[in-house]
C-alpha cells in the first residue's frame, strides 16, 4: 500500500476558487483508477489557499500509472500546477 500526501499553496488568491474545482474534479476521476483506494481533497480552514491531498494506492506501479492518465497530466499538471507551490510527501503508515 502506498501513501501520498501533497500539500498545494495557491500562489495567487485568485486562483484559489479555480483550483478548488480542478482538484474536485481530479479526486472524482482518480477515485475511478485502478488502485486508487483513497483520493481526498482538503482545503485549510486557516489559511484557504492551502489544500492537501491524501492519497491511498494498493501498489506504486498504480500511482506511476495515475501520473501517466491523461487527467493528471492535462489537468493536474497543465492547469493546477502552474498556480501552486508543492510539497510531496510519500508516507508510511505508523498507527
Known amino acids: 500500500m502506498i501513501f501520498n500526501n501533497v500539500i498545494l499553496r495557491a500562489t495567487d488568491a485568485k486562483n484559489i476558487e479555480e483550483i478548488k474545482q480542478l482538484l474536485a474534479h481530479q479526486a472524482s476521476v482518480?477515485?475511478?483508477e485502478t488502485g486508487c483506494e483513497r483520493f481526498e481533497v482538503y482545503q485549510s480552514e486557516v489559511e484557504n489557499n492551502l489544500f492537501f491531498l491524501?492519497?491511498?494506492w494498493?501498489?506504486?506501479?498504480?500511482?506511476?500509472a495515475h501520473r501517466n492518465t491523461d487527467n493528471f497530466i492535462n489537468v493536474y499538471k497543465a492547469k493546477v500546477l502552474p498556480k501552486v507551490e508543492r510539497q510531496a510527501h510519500p508516507s508510511s503508515r505508523i498507527s
Open 30 to 32: 482518480s477515485m475511478q
Open 54 to 56: 491524501i492519497e491511498q
Open 58 to 64: 494498493a501498489t506504486t506501479e498504480d500511482l506511476d
